[in-house]
């Protein structure tokens, strides 16, 4: 049917929350005389309602005149009945998704420290299903005496609690940690916390002490697979750590044993919970070591490009069981003391809303290369900087932290801010509706032209646009 009217039968029907049934050609034009009825000899429509509200109408049309005899009307109206059931379910499960995402958002962290030896960026990926909670987290903790602790864990279950419980055990780990305690007395301590919160869930976990000076880590597991080592050569081990048994299965305070183990200067850490496994039952360290060295030029990408990319790959791995968990990776990237004496890593923040801020975020990048003897970046860096921050600032309501690192071969800088939803590269000649939800100004067109890699990446609770600059193409 075909309409032409200022109003139709929907609307009466929507108002009055009544059904229509019209049954033959001249009903519907001795009510609607400036409707054009195509095709249709009879119409039924039957207002769908639920919770006290009008959620739509059900509009059937018939091509050949029928009386709606009382049966056939009941049997409409059991559908829309029906129908009004589902669409309050599916209503529900979209609020409790938008719940749980914005609750697990919450309690991970919002942002990662950095320092001259060691950068770090994770990911985490919700369960499959919508009304599921993770209990999987990850965190990097600033230590005392120049050392880092790497921490990923996974509380058993997908419910609220395995959620709630993880929120309260990573801040008591980070906590524990913070004070200087051993990784042994960390876990002991966080087993003890655990098995006090009256609960009958267990977790895993991996925390890690990286030692910035000397190259060392101190590995110490609860029942966690251990984490990678990539060294500089290329060889990818797994470090031989004892397993443990999880936070919370002993009573009392479990005495925890480590390992310790020497690290070079641009050796990568990966530590993972056991979502990686390609199968529920299936073995998260031997399918973590296959992402890892499926990923070619591992030493020549950006540490967020290869996090994404090693996402991708739990994504495209074809077996039907798959994705059967929520996932954390956490990459850490050893770079050892800086050759010079100015910092590899320098950053600056911007106020919310604080547009004069693109100007200041120019001026940084500037000052950064140009102490570095980089001039030669300055022009393409100071465009990409611009039209990154004018972006995050214009589209996410929240401060923006610009970050700079250089490496051996190229300058990397990353935009930061709290609004997820990843920038749109869109060209002049798109459609008016790709428009709508396209960047203003085409920036990430110029950044995607400039820069010899791009990209956007989770971060927390917002996300990071990153861009690689390479020094060799521009001397």
């Not at 990662?112 to 919508?130: G, H, I």
């Not at 251990?226 to 060889?235: C, F, H, I, K, M």
């Amino acid at each position: 049917m075909r309409h032409r009217r200022r109003g139709w039968s929907t609307a009466d029907v929507l108002r009055a929350n009544q059904p229509l049934f019209l049954p033959d050609r001249d009903a519907v034009l001795r009510l609607y005389p400036d409707t054009e009825v195509t095709g249709q000899e009879a119409l039924a429509v039957v207002p769908v309602a639920g919770s006290g509200q009008v959620l739509g109408c059900l509009v059937l049309g018939f091509d050949t005149s029928r009386d709606f005899p009382a049966d056939e009307q009941t049997l409409l109206l059991m559908m829309s009945a029906h129908l009004a059931v589902a669409m309050e379910r599916e209503s529900l499960t979209e609020a409790e998704h938008t719940l749980i995402d914005a609750l697990q958002r919450k309690l991970l962290p919002r942002t990662l420290p950095e320092w001259s030896e060691l950068v770090a960026t994770a990911r985490y990926q919700s369960p499959p299903t919508a009304s599921e909670m993770g209990g999987d987290w990850y965190d990097v903790i600033a230590l005392p005496g120049r050392q880092v602790g790497l921490v990923v864990g996974d509380v058993e279950g997908h419910s609220a609690d395995s959620a709630v419980i993880m929120g309260q055990l990573r801040s008591s780990l980070h906590a524990y940690a913070a004070e200087g305690h051993d990784p042994a007395d960390v876990l002991a301590r966080s087993s003890t916390l655990l098995a006090e919160l009256d609960t009958e869930l267990y977790a895993t976990c991996c925390f890690v002490r990286v030692d910035l000076e000397f190259g060392v880590a101190e590995v110490a597991l609860a029942g966690h697979p251990a984490p990678l080592l990539r060294r500089p050569n290329g060889t990818i081990v797994t470090v031989d750590a004892p397993a443990n048994v999880p936070l919370a299965v002993m009573p009392g305070e479990h005495a925890y044993a480590t390992a310790e183990t020497a690290i070079a200067p641009d050796t990568l850490l990966m530590l993972y919970t056991d979502g990686l496994a390609r199968e529920r039952r299936g073995d998260p360290s031997v399918d973590a070591r296959r992402l890892l060295e499926s990923v070619e030029g591992v030493e020549r990408r950006s540490l967020d490009g290869l996090a994404d990319m090693i996402m991708q790959g739990v994504v495209d791995t074809e077996c039907s069981a798959r994705p059967f968990d929520d996932i954390v990776l956490l990459l850490a990237l050893f770079e050892g003391n800086p050759s010079t004496p100015l910092p590899r890593v320098d950053r600056m923040s911007i106020t919310r809303h604080d547009i004069q801020g693109v100007k200041a975020a120019r001026r940084f990048v500037r000052g950064f290369l140009r102490r570095r003897g980089l001039s030669c970046l300055v022009d393409d860096l100071e465009v990409i900087s611009s039209e990154a921050v004018t972006n995050a600032l214009i589209h996410a309501d929240s401060e923006v932290e610009v970050r700079l690192r250089e490496y051996p071969d190229r300058v990397h800088l990353e935009v930061r801010d709290t609004d997820a939803k990843p920038p749109i590269p869109t060209s002049v000649t798109s459609s008016p509706a790709t428009n709508e939800i396209a960047e203003h100004g085409r920036g990430m067109g110029i950044v995607d032209w400039l820069a010899t890699t791009w990209g956007s990446s989770p971060n927390g609770r917002g996300k990071t646009v990153w861009a690689d600059v390479a020094k060799q193409q521009r001397e």
